[in-house]
């Protein structure tokens, strides 16, 4: 589509005739005067503003009244010249008026000059309460879809209500009327004849209306003789004459270069296959001629040239080349919630999250914010299985949980027994007194010592307190012997016998009738030297059994 037809038909738009013609864009909702095209009749009520009707004498009214009437009926009175085919008149001498005059009535005073766009809608508004085909004389026209000056008419295409400015010449007034309710018609401006009525600028001599527009503002159009009209079969002329329209899609050439194609339509000679004036330039506005054909000029300044991609921004024209769009920028600098994208159509979409998940069970894994990264964070507990004695598992981040290394059980003392306790969550290490054992009854029990190892026993007590027992440890029999031992009880006196109980000790009973030998040399009274020799005699006894088991424990 082109640019300019898409402008269309997006929106309603006025018409308005100056010197030259202007075309404004409004809201696109249509108000009551909006709705009335085609005309099915020329009968147009005139109606003049009460602060105007003073400045217009009948006289000029007249004059205006038959300028409208020469270019609705294709009069040559005024030396217009109308071509064959807009001899359009549809009233006879003596019927009745086609055109009927009133005051404005209660038409506010200050809407004599329309300055803005609310007094513009309030006229056309009061207008379109007075009927269909209503045209408004106004004092001036300042605005017409914008700010513009000198404006001599103003209407909105298609609609049912025009308004016109007193300082149009007299005589293009006539002219005037006609072109504004063409607009209403639906009619565009024409650019391809000069002398046409729908021309841009306003001229007396404009007053050519081809097929379409006769049939737009007439609805069916009388045909004169001489012109060539692909879709109308023309029966003969006069003020009865008849026509019929030629079957529809008859091949026709509606004399436009714009079309590649043409056929009838309802008694209209339509182009049916549009040529392509499109240059893949989005700042050039696409245009047909209907002589000279396609035309491209530069777009104005500032005309969108969007390319449907919200993410470069919305472009416009700028001395001729597209640019200007500002990219629209998805990041919401959050690194945790992922690089965001820009869809064409539908614009920001939300990224998509950094993978946080390593696949380690171990491992505490998340997004930190502030260091724009993923962490995995080990973590020992997960991996613990509750035993004390196979060691702390770890959690290595690369290959998952790692079984712990048993604690050391050997505290180097030999004769402890060393074991590892689950129930109380320590290292046991029991004295083992067997251990240090070295087979051997008389040096004692050895014992263990869980600090200082094995420790050497005390020998069994040999001493019985019995003085004339032979006190011996016997390694074979395991045990502790007292061999009583008379010899040992000796006390020198040859007149007792020795003897030696193992409870009692030394007993040395009286020989009967022994007399003890004379000592020679003794002194010493008989009793004195008696009790010397027994205590010498025991001095040595006791001695000897010393010597004894002294030797017994060595051999």
Not at 382 to 402: H, L, R, Y
Not at 502 to 510: D, Q, Y
């Amino acid at each position: 589509m082109r640019r300019a037809e898409r402008r269309d038909a997006m929106h309603f738009v006025f018409r308005l005739l100056v010197v030259i013609s202007f075309v404004v864009s409004i809201a696109d909702a249509r108000p009551a005067w909006a709705v009335d095209a085609p005309l099915k009749e020329d009968r147009i009520r005139f109606i003049i503003h009460d602060q105007v009707a003073g400045q217009m004498s009948a006289a000029e009214l007249g004059g205006y009244l038959d300028t409208v009437h020469d270019y609705f009926h294709g009069s040559q009175d005024t030396g217009i010249d109308v071509p064959t085919c807009t001899d359009l008149g549809t009233t006879t001498e003596g019927g009745p008026q086609p055109y009927l005059y009133t005051s404005s009535g209660g038409l506010a005073n200050d809407l004599a000059v329309i300055d803005d766009e609310t007094e513009l809608f309030q006229v056309l508004d009061w207008g379109a309460t007075q009927g269909s085909r209503v045209a408004i004389f106004v004092q001036d026209i300042l605005w017409c879809g914008a700010p513009v000056p000198n404006t001599i008419g103003c209407a909105p295409q298609p609609g049912n209500v025009f308004v016109v400015s007193l300082t149009a010449p007299v005589n293009v007034r006539g002219m005037v009327i006609g072109h504004e309710r063409g607009h209403n018609a639906g009619l565009a401006h024409r650019s391809d004849d000069s002398c046409a009525l729908m021309f841009a600028s306003a001229a007396a001599s404009h007053g050519c209306l081809n097929q379409v527009e006769a049939k737009a503002l007439y609805n069916q159009a009388n045909i004169s003789t001489g012109e060539t009209c692909d879709c109308i079969d023309v029966k003969f002329q006069g003020p009865s004459q008849t026509w019929t329209l030629n079957p529809q899609g008859t091949p026709c050439d509606d004399a436009s270069v714009c079309s590649t194609a043409s056929s009838c339509d309802t008694g209209l000679c339509v182009g049916t296959a549009p040529l392509d004036c499109d240059d893949a330039d989005l700042c050039t506005d696409d245009e047909c001629d209907p002589v000279t054909g396609c035309f491209n000029p530069t777009s104005a300044d500032f005309t969108p040239c969007w390319d449907s991609d919200v993410c470069n921004g919305y472009e416009f024209c700028l001395a001729g080349s597209c640019g200007g769009g500002t990219p629209l920028n998805c990041d919401d600098a959050l690194y945790c919630n992922g690089p965001e994208v820009c869809d064409p159509v539908s614009g920001c979409e939300p990224g998509t999250p950094p993978v946080v998940d390593d696949l380690v069970d171990c491992t505490l894994d998340s997004c930190d914010e502030q260091a724009d990264t993923i962490v995995h964070i080990p973590d020992d507990a997960s991996c613990a299985n509750g035993d004390f004695c196979d060691g702390d598992e770890t959690c290595d981040p690369q290959i998952d949980c790692v079984a712990g290394t048993p604690p050391p059980l050997d505290d180097g003392i030999v004769c402890t027994l060393d074991s590892c306790n689950e129930l109380t969550d320590s290292i046991d290490h029991t004295p083992d007194d067997a251990a240090c054992s070295n087979g051997a009854y008389c040096d004692g029990d050895e014992s263990c010592d869980a600090v200082l190892g094995c420790q050497a026993g005390t020998a069994p007590l040999l001493d019985d307190g019995v003085l004339c027992t032979f006190d011996a440890c016997d390694e074979s029999a395991d045990q502790v012997i007292h061999v009583p031992m008379a010899e040992f009880c000796d006390d020198g006196d040859i007149c007792t016998a020795e003897s030696c109980d193992e409870i009692s000790g030394c007993e040395n009973a009286p020989i009967v009738d022994c007399v003890p030998p004379a000592v020679p040399g003794l002194s010493l009274g008989g009793t004195a030297v008696l009790a010397l020799m027994l205590s010498a005699a025991g001095v040595t006894a006791q001695a000897r059994r010393l010597r004894l088991q002294r030797d017994h424990a060595r051999g």
